[in-house]
Structure formats: C-alpha cells, structure tokens
Nanobody, 123 residues
C-alpha cells in the first residue's frame, strides 16, 4: 500500500514563512500528480498547489506568488514553501498524490491522502 506523511506545520506570525514536506512510501511504481490541499474550519477542502511528474505546476489564485511547490522524484517527496503568510492561510494542509503502486503483485493506480498538518497564522 501507500502512505503519505506530512511534516512542517505550526504556528507563525503574519508575514512569516513555513515549509511543508510530504514523503510517500510503499510499493510505489510511479507517482503522477502530487499536490497540497487545505481545509479551514467550516469550509470545503481546496486545492492549494499541484505539480506533475515533469514539473508543471498549478496554484490557487490566493497563493500565487507567495507559495512554491516542488517535488523530488528520486525520493518521492513534495514540498510547499509558504512565504508572506496571512491569517487567511490558517487551515489543515493535506498532501495528495496519484500513485501507481504494486498491490497483490499488480500495478494499480490510486489517489492517496496524508493525515494533515495544522498551519496557524496569527495576526
């Protein structure tokens, strides 16, 4: 199976920076799209940023120019560098990945989520 484990959340003042990381492990054959989503209290989960296996990126308008997503295909990790944080960025951040993994000796594609990491930005 596949596991995604996030790290790097925490409390930061407005204007500060945080870096989130996510490591994928398991019987992985390949990882296609990797991304970060966030969910604030009372709101729907939303896409923050995503990156394809060849490095093409996509950002939500609210974070463009402040956040940078990157991935290391050699070690199956994806990171999110968050700068100029504002209180509206406060949320639980989730790592997500489209993974082809060997399950019962057969390659199977699935979508996986991490457990989430809290990011709190104080004003």
């Amino acid at each position: 199976q596949v596991q995604l484990v996030e790290s790097g959340g925490g409390l930061v003042q407005a204007g500060g920076s945080l870096r989130l990381s996510c490591a994928a492990s398991g019987t992985i054959f390949s990882i296609e799209l990797m991304g970060w989503y966030r969910q604030a209290p009372g709101r729907q989960r939303e896409l923050v940023a995503s990156v394809t296996s060849d490095g093409s990126t996509n950002y939500a308008g609210s974070v463009k120019g402040r956040f940078t997503i990157s991935r290391d295909n050699a070690v199956n990790t994806v990171s999110l560098q968050m700068n100029s944080l504002i209180p509206e960025d406060t949320a639980v951040y989730f790592c997500n990945a489209d993974v082809t993994a060997f399950i019962d000796l057969s390659p199977r594609r699935g979508n996986y989520w991490g457990q989430g990491t809290q990011v709190t930005v104080s004003s």
